[in-house]
């Protein structure tokens, strides 16, 4: 990565950078940051990942997915270089897909001439392909156990990778993690002469937020906890006109009615969790349908037990595998539905198993349809999302 990026001349140093790390929100605050920076006048940009359809979606530039142009000239700028890299490396090493694709937005941001830009890191942070910015601020915005084959198989762990991306004389914005984990923020904060700035659990009650949950609120407050740090100041009208016009899609999105549709991109214990939490603030009392889809390596008890008190019935299925090929990741594949329905009734969910995605999506807006005022949420993976389109007959396939 520091190979490629030198020979396409360090674009990531033509532009402020803050650096966001943590198991679940990296894209809810990514997004919100970098509104935030641009509400207050700055040229900003952002990256996010994964994507629902295109590569291109993970570019954000003023708050809009960058033109095919600009992205095309970007890549192609990319992959011309990571041949010339490609022919460097030792047998067997070879530029990743992740890389070319964090290096053009490096390139495709300095391009377009943001001023500043707000990178969600990809996996973990110490060797993310994103950890090659300067970054004047890091957020650290929760740390659970996910990516453990990777990552290490304790909160402290992975906090640690995650951590290692904090520069000295920076500063670390935190949000809600455990004790254990705030005490290594804090060691690491003293260790490397950077400020730790510890965020509110709330932007305060006369902010009223379009983005739909609590856990919501928790990432606007972590997000105006960097954004002022990285200012040194935050106009609170400004962020409160931030907060009621900014959608974030995939969290809570409302995507149809007859009956209310909702999709929900978590995908591990926290992230179900912080979904459950949420969703009676959706439902406001009325049945919810679930239909889940969870991938192989995640932790579907643990997710299940957490959203199984605030749902009424499950549909069980699985993610297309042709959608998972569609997105890079032919290796994956999807916990069995029955299995998962196995769980559900285990923990006193009525559930049902359709394997196919669609025909799942269909027989949960009936079960949704034929309960007074029932509502249907989609959940489960990141996969998910455009294939739930896809039924909902909202995008092509």
């Known amino acids: 990565m520091h190979k490629l990026s030198a020979l396409l001349g360090m674009p990531q140093h033509r532009f402020a950078s803050i650096h966001v790390v943590g198991t679940n929100g990296k894209s ?75 290096a053009a937005t490096f390139v495709a941001l300095a391009n377009a001439r943001v001023s500043a830009a707000v990178i969600e890191a990809g996996l973990g942070g110490r060797l993310d392909a994103t950890n090659t910015i300067p970054s004047r601020v890091t957020i650290l915005t ?54 730790l700035v510890i965020a509110p659990e709330d932007p305060g009650p006369s902010v009223r937020l379009r983005a739909a949950g609590r856990f919501q609120r928790r990432n606007f407050a972590l997000a105006c906890a960097a954004a002022e740090a990285f200012l040194g100041g935050l106009d609170r009208e400004r962020a409160a006109e931030v907060a009621a016009s900014l959608a974030i899609p995939g969290r ?11 999709v929900d991109a978590a995908h591990n214990p926290d992230g179900a969790a912080a979904l459950a939490e949420a969703l009676p603030e959706v439902a406001a009392g009325h049945p919810v349908v679930a239909c889940l889809a969870i991938l192989r390596d995640k932790d579907h008890e643990a997710m299940v037990k957490a959203l199984a008190p605030v749902l ?38 009525a559930a049902d198993s359709e394997p196919d995605f669609a025909v799942a999506i269909r027989k949960g807006r009936q079960l949704a349809s034929t309960t007074p005022e029932g509502l249907l949420l989609i959940t489960g993976s990141h996969y998910a999302l455009r294939p739930a389109r896809v039924a909902l007959g909202l995008c092509e396939d």
């Open 28 to 102: 809810s605050v990514t997004r919100m940051t970098a509104a935030l920076l641009e509400a207050h006048g700055l040229s900003a940009g952002a990256s996010v990942s994964p994507h629902a359809s295109r590569w291109s979606e993970r570019l954000l530039i003023h708050g809009t997915e960058i033109g095919p142009a600009e992205f095309t000239a970007a890549v192609e700028r990319t992959a011309e270089a990571a041949e010339v890299v490609n022919r460097s490396l030792g047998d067997g090493e070879a530029v990743t897909q992740f890389e070319v694709a964090t």
């Open 312 to 349: 009424d019935h499950a549909v069980c299925t699985e993610v297309p595998a042709a959608a998972l090929r569609a997105r890079g990741a032919p290796e994956t594949a999807s916990h069995r539905a029955d299995e998962l329905a196995r769980i559900c009734a285990g923990v006193g969910l």
């Open 252 to 262: 809570l999105e409302h995507l149809a009615d007859h009956p209310p549709v909702f």
């Open 142 to 195: 929760s740390v659970g156990l996910d990516h453990t084959q990777w990552l290490g198989n304790t909160e402290e762990e992975i906090a640690a990778e995650k951590l290692a991306v904090l520069r000295d004389h920076s500063i670390l914005v935190l949000g809600r993690v455990s004790p254990a984990v705030a005490a290594l923020a804090e060691r690491t904060a003293e260790e490397r002469g950077a400020r």
